[in-house]
């Protein structure tokens, strides 16, 4: 249940179109259905402009087909992460217009018309072993209805290539970098821009790296003041955030709450 559908519906009541009871029918499952092993929050998209997204990880395929079916009955777009190919073929069965990217590790089912903000969202990625996090950041983003422009394979051990896309990435109104080994391209660009700049560590790396943690704290003791950092290999929270901030210089935090 998101805003727009949710003013159609009392809508429909005051214009009789819709009877007291079938509109309590459908506001029955909110706030939260409850499938017995979760509990579907489908007040999100009114709460937070978008609704809940589906941690894949460490659920069955059944489970996952469950609570995507919850979320897609309310017409919004349905957005699952870190699904295995197992996962993935049995949504796909289940939601044959489901969209599964094997290298992200995303599920999506685009049940409404893309309203696409006027700003870029930037995702920077130091190497080609960093792209599976910055493909989930950016499959989130666009998700939500944001225009990203990707630029992968820009790290810091050959600054040109970086250097070479300096004007593109300035342009955009959020920047999303990502990284692993040393972690040293998020204060790069932070250098460059005058707009967020959200690190995403990654655990790409040897044995020092520690699974991203070296990154980690790199991105955390960064000297360029416009950089903040989430979690190692977290392209979806990168992603989300981006998204919220470009609404906000949009002014669409409140009037365009399109999910």
Not at 183 to 206: K, N
């Amino acid at each position: 249940m998101h805003e727009e559908t949710l003013r159609q519906l009392l809508d429909s009541v005051r214009t009789g179109d819709t009877s007291v009871s079938t509109a309590l029918d459908r506001l029955r499952a909110l706030p939260f259905e409850d499938l017995g092993f979760a509990k579907v929050d489908h007040h999100r998209a009114i709460r937070c402009g978008f609704p809940e997204v589906i941690y894949c990880g460490g659920k069955s395929p059944e489970q996952v087909v469950a609570i995507f079916a919850a979320c897609a009955a309310h017409g919004g777009n349905v957005l699952g992460t870190r699904a295995n190919q197992a996962v993935a073929d049995a949504v796909l069965k289940a939601h044959p217009a489901t969209v599964y990217d094997s290298i992200a590790r995303t599920l999506v089912l685009r049940q409404r018309e893309a309203k696409l903000s006027a700003g870029t969202i930037a995702i920077v990625a130091a190497g080609t072993s960093d792209q599976q996090v910055a493909e989930e950041a950016r499959i989130t983003a666009e998700t939500m209805d944001q225009r990203c422009a990707t630029f992968y394979d820009v790290g810091v051990a050959g600054i040109h290539r970086l250097l070479a896309h300096s004007q593109a990435i300035q342009a955009a109104n959020v920047v999303i970098v990502v990284a692993g080994m040393e972690g040293a391209l998020p204060s790069v660009v932070g250098g460059l821009v005058d707009v967020p700049v959200i690190a995403v560590p990654t655990s790409v790396g040897y044995g020092a790296s520690f699974q991203g943690l070296a990154a980690l704290l790199a991105m955390l003791n960064t000297c360029a003041s416009g950089v903040s950092v989430v979690n190692i290999d977290n392209g979806f929270g990168a992603g989300y955030i981006a998204a919220l901030i470009n609404r906000q210089i949009r002014g669409e935090a409140q009037s365009g709450r399109e999910e």
